[in-house]
Structures are given as structure tokens and as C-alpha cells.
């Protein structure tokens, strides 16, 4: 079964608004998350990390006021799209590394969530 | 720059043959590398990890590990229409957490 689970899979809304989306880690804790984006036949971006307890690190280009990052618990991390534009839609996929033993460095994937802003 | 290269394919290959996709990497402190499948539309999924230079098999999959050629293969024997998918190679960076992402090799298989 999924060891992150990510909420909502798909939502729509009015350019403006702004759009939360959260990823949980469910058997495991997870002081590190990723937020990933990915357009149509592309791979996958990586946006920021997530870091429990401390500010998220973004990747070069990526406007942190834009899109906000809360790693609230060691099992749960939301991204916050701020007042979302078309440009924003894309597939959005959290993961947590699982640590220790022999899943030691493997990222697991939610299941994503697609955003379209009209 | 680190850098994860794949052949975007598409790759075709008639059901039951051997699909094999390749990957190269540059960070030569790597020590962990996985290759994922992404169905269209949904989120990638593991299918294998390997740490070790050599062969490492897992049913029809088989990775193979040649650091100091740094290059990491999938074989994928027995093809089947429902590995029909996007492979991505992935390299965890040296010192972190974060993986670098190859940009995927479409595989068809032809039924």
C-alpha cells in the first residue's frame, strides 16, 4: 500500500486563489520531504526541499513567496500554491525519504495532484 | 552540474522480448541509484534500487551497476504491454537526500 499519501489528487480553481496541497507520510517519519513539479512529457522538477522544524530550501528559479511551504510534523508537509495563475497548472508530487535499514535513501512518491487554474 | 542522461526513446519492443534501457550519470560520489516507472498521468513508482556494482535481479527486472563507468541499466525480460511506461533514472546526489532525475525513456511494448 502507499507510504505517502498526498490530498487533494486533482483540483480546480480561479486564477487568484491560492491552493493547498498536503503530504503525509504514513508509516514513517519523514524530516525531509520534496515538492516536485512536472508539465506535460517532462520529467520531473524538483521545487524545494522540506526541511521538519526549519525553513524550506528552494531550487534556483522557484519563488518561495509564491509557493509556500509549512513541514508542520515529522509526517506532514503542505504546499501552498499563492494566488495561482494558468501558468501554475502542472502535476505537483510530494515524496519522503524512508532512512535506515534496507530502504535506507528511497524516495517515495505520492500520488500527485493536478492543478489547473482557469 | 550534476547531470542523470536516458535516451527519451520511444523504445519499441514486441511483447516477450528483452527491453533494455540505459543511463549515465556524472557525480561520481553517488552511491545509490533507482529506477522508477511513471505510467502517463500518475506519479512515479519504484521498481528497483541498487547500491552495488554488479547484477541485481528482481522477477523480469534486472539492474546493473558499473560505477566506474557510471552507468546503471534496466533489463526487463519477458516485455509485456503493461510495462508500457516512462522509466526515469534516478541518482541520489552525494551529501543529500535529493535524487537527480534523468529526463525518462518512453518504452512501448508491441503486443
Known amino acids: 500500500g502507499a507510504v505517502v499519501s498526498q490530498h487533494p489528487s486533482w483540483v480546480i480553481c480561479k486564477s487568484g486563489t491560492s491552493v493547498k496541497i498536503e503530504c503525509r507520510s504514513l508509516?514513517?517519519?519523514?524530516?525531509?520531504m520534496f515538492w516536485y513539479r512536472q508539465f506535460p512529457k517532462q520529467s520531473l522538477m524538483l521545487m524545494a526541499t522540506s526541511n521538519e522544524g526549519s525553513k524550506a530550501t528552494y531550487e534556483q528559479g522557484v519563488e518561495k513567496d509564491k509557493f509556500l511551504i509549512n513541514h508542520a510534523s515529522l509526517t506532514l508537509s503542505t504546499l501552498t500554491v499563492t494566488s495561482a495563475h494558468p501558468e501554475d497548472s502542472s502535476f505537483y508530487i510530494c515524496?519522503?525519504?524512508?532512512?535506515?535499514?534496507?530502504?535506507?535513501?528511497?524516495?517515495?512518491f505520492g500520488a500527485g495532484t493536478r492543478l489547473s487554474v482557469l | 552540474q550534476k547531470e542523470v542522461e536516458q535516451n527519451s526513446g520511444p523504445l519499441s519492443v514486441p511483447e516477450g522480448a528483452i527491453a533494455s534501457l540505459n543511463c549515465t550519470y556524472s557525480d561520481r560520489g553517488s552511491q545509490s541509484f533507482f529506477w522508477y516507472r511513471q505510467y502517463s498521468g500518475k506519479s512515479p513508482e519504484l521498481i528497483m534500487f541498487?547500491?552495488?556494482?554488479g547484477d541485481k535481479e528482481d522477477g523480469r527486472f534486472t539492474a546493473q551497476l558499473n560505477k566506474a563507468s557510471q552507468y546503471v541499466s534496466l533489463l526487463i525480460r519477458d516485455s509485456q504491454p503493461s510495462d508500457s511506461a516512462t522509466y526515469l533514472c534516478a541518482v541520489k546526489a552525494s551529501g543529500t537526500y535529493k535524487y537527480i532525475f534523468g529526463t525518462g525513456t518512453r518504452l512501448k511494448v508491441l503486443a
Open positions: 515524496s519522503a525519504p524512508r532512512t535506515g535499514g534496507l530502504s535506507k535513501n528511497i524516495q517515495y
Open positions: 508509516d514513517f517519519q519523514a524530516t525531509t
Open positions: 541498487i547500491y552495488s556494482n
